[in-house]
């Protein structure tokens, strides 16, 4: 590259101070503009939004009260009119001349919206709407709730025109014996009407989920979940705008926009009813939309004259951008590289990492298959000793004595299945399903495999378990290679101690713990002990990942393994598991020592 070449690269890499103020100044500004209209938008929308919130509960609470108010006062009235002495003389002369005018003077000053008087038999005798004389209730709910209440009852019933009726009854007696039963219909759909007039969407719910009263008739008789599906909030208030919106000045389009609708839930201390209102957030949405439309306006004409400054040095650096949207790209063919190569390193570890995992149980074995070959010696010379004086036994014709020697040939046959059983389980890899184990049979197993190493080295072993199962889910042979390890590193760390000893202790509890500790000159080393290849041993003692596997094996297992250096001196190596809690309910204060 020629030496103007250079000078046109470096103009291009340092760009003039006024370039990265304005930049510095568009940000800036960005975050002022941004800061300004979220916290505009947040305080002016709760404002706005509680306001009317608490206009809708003020509502909210008139109509609920106005609703009770109503139910109460026609409450009464059946308590009142049962008692009334011309309706007994005229149930029980059946006289009802004068019944029906009298039964219209009530309603018209009670304002219920009808009034009926039924014989026993169901039949209307008198009644407020005399086109309803001599009609037939005897199957209507409240005749015969009535009659299977000693109180005034409430019922509620569908009429054919898809509407509500709504009637306290209460059966009328002289004596003690039935002769009647007095009905006062309450009209509650005059609520409907003035809830209409209104931008709200109300609904009244029975204790069942029913819609008995509503704004929408659509809604009428079905469960909140499907009415609301019929008909949504939104809709039903944009629909009650239309109808009324000839009461105002404004369109009802000035009034709604959007979907979003506030909710408000009240409970009517009445048979457990409920009523809900909805109310838009359009007034809400507009009066904040109109603020921030404003302070975006003006911080938009201050990023354009931002961005007007700055778009004057955009040619200048585009070749600036397309040197090094090619170098960006050459790095990252170079990167995608790199990955493949590392991905393919990875899974090359892995199968290092297994491999060294059964080598390092394979060394293990090969260490101890010497101290073993004795074990077995001691067994096949016994054996040779038996056959020969079972021979001779049998030459003297005494076959009992020789069936002795027989069954303790067996006895040492049975034991040299066991020491090999043990190598061959222990030089296998363990499957990788867990299932249930006790931990006391694994440290048994382990120690049984150590046996000839702690005799040669005359290592005292001291073990503490409890007297019920330690119960973990694992593998036990690869339970069985993390102790023998462990053991193995204690042994060798008192190689110079005159006096070697090894403790092992199992505890339960929330937690399974089992502690090594060795009576040798501790780790000096405790950060770098589980690094695979670390070792303090001398070479061709150990090739340093005996507790690396150990480690991995552990963490496999759900738990962890630990070291750390003694108080009164030696390392302290412990493995904690999660416990089975549920087959294994253990009993810390039963522990046995075995030296």
């Known amino acids: 590259m020629t030496d103007r070449d250079d000078t046109e690269s470096t103009q291009l890499r340092q760009p003039a101070p006024i370039g990265l103020v304005g930049r510095i100044a568009i940000v800036v500004a960005l975050a002022a503009a941004i800061a300004v209209v979220w916290v505009s938008n947040k305080l002016l929308t709760e404002r706005y939004t509680e306001s009317t919130r608490a206009r809708a509960e003020l509502r909210l609470a008139l109509y609920s009260g106005n609703l009770l108010s109503e139910l109460q006062r026609n409450s009464v009235v059946p308590l009142l009119l049962s008692r009334d002495p011309a309706f007994i003389s005229a149930l029980s002369s059946e006289d009802y001349l004068n019944s029906s005018q009298r039964l219209i003077s009530y309603r018209d000053e009670i304002g219920a919206a009808s009034l009926l008087l039924l014989d026993q038999g169901g ?10 004389l001599g009609s037939q209730h005897r199957q209507s709910p409240y005749f015969v709730e009535a009659l299977r209440a000693s109180d005034t009852v409430f019922t509620t019933a569908q009429t054919e025109a898809g509407g509500y009726q709504f009637a306290y009854s209460r059966k009328i007696t002289n004596g003690g014996a039935l002769i009647g039963v007095i009905v006062v219909e ?114 938009a004409i201050l990023l ?31 990167l995608q590289s790199e990955m493949s190569e590392r991905k393919k390193a990875e899974e090359n570890l892995q199968v290092a990492e297994q491999t060294l995992q059964q080598s390092s149980k394979l060394a293990a074995l090969g260490e101890m298959s010497a101290a073993v070959s004795h074990e077995l010696n001691q067994p096949l010379a016994a054996m040779k000793t038996y056959l020969a004086g079972a021979k001779l036994l049998l030459q003297r014709k005494r076959p009992e004595e020789a069936l002795s020697s027989f069954q303790r040939i067996d006895d040492l046959i049975e034991r040299m299945g066991a020491i090999t059983k043990q190598l061959k389980s222990y030089a296998r890899k363990g499957g990788d399903a867990f299932q249930p184990m006790d931990v006391r049979q ?136 999660p416990i089975l809690k549920d087959r294994n309910k253990q009993n810390d204060s039963g522990v046995q020592a075995a030296e």
Not at 304 to 333: H, I, K, W
Not at 442 to 449: C, G, R, T, V
Not at 482 to 503: C, G, Y
Not at 548 to 576: C, K, M, P, Q
């Open 186 to 299: 309450v009209d509650l759909t005059k609520f409907e009407k003035s809830w209409a007039g209104i931008s709200d969407a109300v609904f009244v719910t029975d204790s069942t989920g029913t819609v008995i009263l509503t704004t929408e008739p659509r809604w009428r008789g079905l469960p909140e979940n499907e009415a609301l599906n019929v008909m949504p909030a939104p809709s039903a208030i944009e629909t009650a705008l239309n109808k009324t919106a000839e009461w105002a000045a404004l369109p009802s389009e000035a009034f709604f926009a959007g979907d979003d609708v506030m909710r408000q839930d009240a409970r009517i201390p009445f048979q457990g009813w409920r009523m809900t209102s909805f109310t838009t957030y359009a007034s809400v949405r507009e009066r904040v939309n109109g603020v921030l439309a404003l302070e975006i306006m003006a911080f």
């Open 123 to 132: 039949r209307a005798v008198a009644a407020s709407d005399r086109e309803r």
């Open 442 to 577: 694994s440290i048994s197993s382990a120690l049984s495999m150590m046996e000839p190493q702690l005799k040669r080295r005359q290592v005292r072993i001291t073990r503490n378990v409890p007297r019920e199962p330690v119960m973990v889910m694992g593998d036990n042979v690869r339970l069985e290679q993390v102790l023998i390890n462990l053991m193995r590193n204690a042994i060798d760390a008192t190689k110079t101690i005159d006096d070697p000893q090894v403790d092992i202790l199992l505890t339960g509890g929330d937690q399974v713990r089992i502690s090594v500790r060795d009576n040798g000159p501790g780790v000096a080393d405790l950060d770098q002990l589980f690094e695979p290849f670390y070792t303090t041993k001398a070479p061709g003692d150990g090739v340093g990942l005996g507790l690396a596997i150990s480690s991995g094996i552990v963490t496999d297992f759900g738990g962890r393994l630990t070291a750390r250096n003694g108080t009164a001196g030696g390392a302290v190596f412990e493995v904690e598991l």
């Open 304 to 334: 354009a004259l931002g961005f007007y400054v700055m778009s004057r040095r955009a040619t200048s650096a585009s070749r600036f951008f397309q040197l090094e949207s090619e170098e960006l790209r050459q790095l990252n063919d170079r």
